[in-house]
């Protein structure tokens, strides 16, 4: 029998994903003899790709079950040929979800069922006998039982990676390209969180989309409560939730783990909540929020680290906008937590950080622990994007080539219209069609992005205009491209120069691609075709006799190529014709355009 010394009630911080949660009151202290009672395995006869919990009832002696310095629960398995993985353990509660209809607006109710206890999650990627050997300790001691499991063939899930191939691009484990397609989707909006993402998840899944940022920030589900050493386990059930929801419809989330600037009056870092910390910097520097910092990350690869959904775990939204920020010390902050990271994620999950609108530190990307490299960036009227964020296609251009360089996928991870206060532009409820976020989805990719653009209004503008069947032109055109292995290199084709000049309408078209081994991508635009000149109802004339040139692949021997024209909204091919190269300049008529088109180009 547990001797309980205190009782905690849980429950979230932020209004955005606050769900109400009945009967909410978890065990959290205990004084009892250290003691594994029982550990259930489930399923009894797992298979490969297949999802290993146990169950383990465990007693001790500790203050909160989330710091790894009052208990701390591992477990060793040792697989087939000896390999070994190292999994903490963590403490944890479920719920049962139902959907309140009833008030002025619906909420999201959470009801816990069962007891709290401890698990252990573990994705078996290989067939055969496991040891599997349970560790627990406390002040007190610690305490270890040995049991044995099989495994047996199934359908093994592989973790996406920078790509061996090509650092400029991403691959699973089994070396099959990621190509990242999606958008921001950081929070639940009103009080009903995870049914918003049933159906947002849906949505995307149906356009294709297979990419999504996630917050555990302080609109998102932070587990984190004001007390320190306090979680939130009916936020951690709802995360478990979006995760089920990203697998199902075959998204991957990269998780965004902090956003706040300041030390509010709900932060458990804080010195009048408890914490250690009199400011923002404090917390990148004291010893004891670094501890508590990183018993937050132990308890997140704990329970998320097992799923091929993880895309990468990413520490901080726009660190740099944070209150005080020190440069130097929270990119040293950044090298420690991202080695810690090293250090208990067995899984190995990709790691960034990121930085405010078109911020860009260079120190930061050439880190080793940076996996991949990012931008942010938004038109903000009387800001300096104010002229150029006119065009996003030539941001994103711009933009990424400063990235590739660090010779890490790179990715511009946030756009979109913003007002003065730096909150949702009214302009983009004029620009219905979408076109702000096509050009930078597309104009990305072309640059040589690992992924298409990433916008963030998903809430205020995806979801309502219904623009998902954007994602659906991308992923149709992505499908078989293999990003990973063609050494794609991106190029602009100079329209004001030869044979171009000889064209009246030439200067109005955009040219952009990436040249690969044996194929070529091109997207092709009409420049006037900008969400500046559709909210303010400027004429977009079509480019009439439109034409692509391809100089680039003329040669003394005769060549044949396919070439492929693509819908760049409906994902559909339009034609497919062969070209023969044969010491001329060839080119490729498209005849009237109205916006944009993309085009596949292969050697047979």
Known sequence: MKKILFLASFFSMYVIASPIVSHAQTELRSENPLKINEI????????????????????????????????????????????????????????????????????????????????????????????????????????????????????????????????????????????????????????????????????????????????????????????????????????????????????????????????????????????????????????????????????????????????????????????????????SWTKEMAQYLDHIDPYHHLHVNSLGSFAFEPRLWMMPEMDFAQMHGYWRPNWISGEFGKDWAQVMIDRIAILRPFQKPSLFAEFGLVDERWYYSPLMDIDTGGVNMHNGMWAAILAGSAGCGHLWWWDEYVAPQNLWYHYRGVANFAAGVPWNTQGFEPFQIDTRAAPYDKDVDAEQLRIIGLRGKTMTLLWIQNRANTWLNVVEKNPVPPVENARVYFPEFSCQESNIYTVEIWDTYTGSKLSTRKVIVNGETPFIELGRLEKDVAVKILLD
């Not at 040929?81 to 209809?101: A, E, L, M, N, V």
């Not at 783990?257 to 804080?270: K, V």
């Not at 010195?271 to 929020?289: I, L, M, Q, S, Y």
């Open 40 to 331: 259930r395995f489930n399923p009894s006869e797992p298979k490969t790709g297949e999802l290993l919990t146990l169950h383990i009832d465990l007693d001790g002696t500790w203050n909160t079950p989330f710091w790894q310095e009052e208990i701390a629960l591992d477990v060793e398995f040792q697989g087939p040929g000896g390999k070994t993985w190292s999994i903490p353990g963590f403490y944890t509660r479920d719920f049962q979800r139902t959907r309140d209809d009833s008030g002025d607006r619906p909420v999201e109710v959470l009801t816990p069922i069962g007891q709290a206890e401890w698990q252990v999650r573990f994705l078996p990627n290989f067939a055969g006998n496991y040891q599997v050997t349970v560790r627990a300790a406390d002040r007190n001691g610690e305490i270890e039982q040995i049991h044995t499991i099989t495994v047996s063939e199934g359908m093994p899930k592989p973790y996406i990676r920078v790509s061996n191939n090509d650092p400029h691009y991403f691959e699973f484990e089994n070396g099959e390209p990621y190509f990242a397609i999606g958008l921001n989707v950081a929070w639940g909006r009103g009080g009903t969180p995870t049914y918003d993402f049933e159906r947002w998840f849906t949505d995307m899944g149906d356009a294709g989309a297979n990419f999504a940022r996630v917050w555990m920030g302080q609109r998102g589900f932070l587990f984190e409560s004001v007390t320190p050493g306090t979680y939130s386990l009916n936020s951690l059930w709802q995360m478990d939730h979006v995760l089920s929801m990203a697998a199902e419809n075959g998204v991957y989330i990269k998780l965004c783990l902090e956003d706040y600037r300041n030390l509010s009056r709900n932060n458990p870092y804080s010195k009048e909540n408890g914490g250690p910390c009199e400011t923002v910097r404090d917390f990148f520097k004291d010893p004891e929020a670094k501890r508590m910092w990183k018993n937050r990350l132990r308890y997140t690869v704990a329970r998320w680290g097992w799923s091929p959904n993880i895309m990468a775990w990413e520490f901080w939204n726009e660190i740099d906008a944070s209150e005080g920020y020190d440069k130097p010390v929270v990119q």
